[in-house]
């Protein structure tokens, strides 16, 4: 099932960046505190969702104005049922707060959404037709307030570890 509404041309490039983030991944980039599952049994991205909508957020200040850009955490659920207590996407506003798009590029943690790899979404299509919800009950920041947050640390991590990888590939 895909959403009606074409993706917008700020969209191209998230397939690609999530192919980035996952060969950059590592321990130090992954988020420790709630992980519930043991190693064996979950995604690859689990505890990466904060850094890496982190650094969407930068990718995408090239591309969408920083007034329509949060960082949020939350929780996902299906219907009222909750599927991640605690997970962190990027929110990109459209006209107003009830059209806005979901990006998250680690979705495949919920097994509901584990086919989508990259979710790309307008909100209110996502609650109609899968049932799915996020919820920025914990904070939506923006990209100015991202700053201060404690994803920094390991955002830093991220980073270098990207440029090593375009460094390697060069």
């Not at 060969?23 to 420790?32: F, G, Q």
């Not at 650094?55 to 939350?74: F, H, K, N, P, T």
């Not at 790899?117 to 609650?127: A, G």
């Amino acid at each position: 099932m895909l959403p009606s509404r074409p993706l917008p041309m700020w969209a191209d490039d998230i397939g690609k960046h999530r192919k980035r983030l996952s060969d950059a991944w590592s321990e130090d980039t992954r988020y420790m505190g709630g992980l519930d599952q043991p190693d064996g049994h979950r995604a690859k991205s689990s505890g990466q969702c904060g850094v890496s909508s982190a650094w969407l957020i930068e990718q995408l200040l090239d591309r969408v104005d920083a007034s329509r850009l949060s960082y949020c955490y939350g929780q996902v659920r299906l219907g009222t049922t909750p599927l991640l207590m605690a997970h962190c996407w990027v929110e990109v506003m459209e006209s107003s707060y009830e059209q806005r798009w979901i990006v998250d590029c680690t979705a495949d943690q919920v097994e509901a959404l584990r086919r989508y790899e990259v979710l790309c979404w307008p909100h209110d299509e996502l609650l109609d037709q899968l049932e799915i919800s996020y919820d920025a009950s914990i904070a939506r920041l923006g990209s100015i307030e991202l700053t201060n947050d404690l994803v920094q640390k390991r955002l830093d991590i991220l980073k270098h570890r990207l440029r090593t990888q375009e460094s390697s590939a060069a």
